[in-house]
């Protein structure tokens, strides 16, 4: 992989479920329609309590934070395939939790949206929204440049090239299990 991948965190706790992700209103919305793509992370995250803030400021169709920090059981509830992908079309690239809900990690890697990398410590309880992290997929770790520390991370194993390639469909025409697109 060698990727890297820096910004600004969102932080939240656990059991952030997928109508906090994306409320059920919006799954009218067509992700392979460009203009609905966008409108669908535009609403990303607006079902949080209000206590986390806001991931998209007023008036912006994209968040500042690319990275998520999160607790255990991150994307539980429905198996909308809508919160990973609104979650990618909002700007973010990764989200990094002790646990997820496993129809959200499948999702991740079947979509091709996000990153769900696995943290070693509960990374919620110590990150703030706002500071400056740099996630490294070659040395398995997240440096908290705010706390000048680094966290390891679990490796991604075998969905990583699934991601990379822009999800499952895309990784099978790669590596030549199904035709590629004319």
């Given amino acids: 992989m060698g990727k890297v991948i820096s910004g600004h965190i ?29 409108k669908l992370g535009s609403y990303a ?20 934070y690319p990275i998520i920090i999160a607790g255990e059981n991150f994307g539980c509830g429905s198996s909308r395939e809508h919160a990973p992908i609104a979650l990618g079309a ?3 690239t990764a989200v990094v939790a002790l646990s ?16 769900p990398m696995e943290s070693v410590e509960r990374l919620c309880d110590l990150f703030v929204t ?20 680094t966290f390891s991370l679990k490796p991604l194993g075998e969905v990583g090239p699934v991601i990379d390639a822009g999800g499952l469909f895309e990784y099978a025409r790669q590596t030549g299990m199904i035709a590629a697109r004319s």
Avoid: W
């Fill in 130 to 149: 706002g500071q400056e992290v740099t996630i490294d997929f070659t040395a398995e770790v997240i440096v908290n440049h705010t706390l000048d520390r």
């Fill in 90 to 92: 909002a700007g973010v």
């Fill in 10 to 38: 969102f932080v939240v706790d656990d059991n952030i479920d997928t109508d906090q992700i994306i409320p059920a209103e919006y799954l009218t919305l067509v992700p392979s329609k460009p203009d609905e793509y966008e």
């Fill in 45 to 64: 995250m607006i079902g949080l309590p209000d206590r986390y803030g806001k991931f998209i400021e007023s008036g912006e169709q994209k968040t500042r």
């Fill in 100 to 115: 997820y809900a496993r129809i959200f990690f499948r999702n991740c890697s079947a979509t091709g949206e996000l990153y």
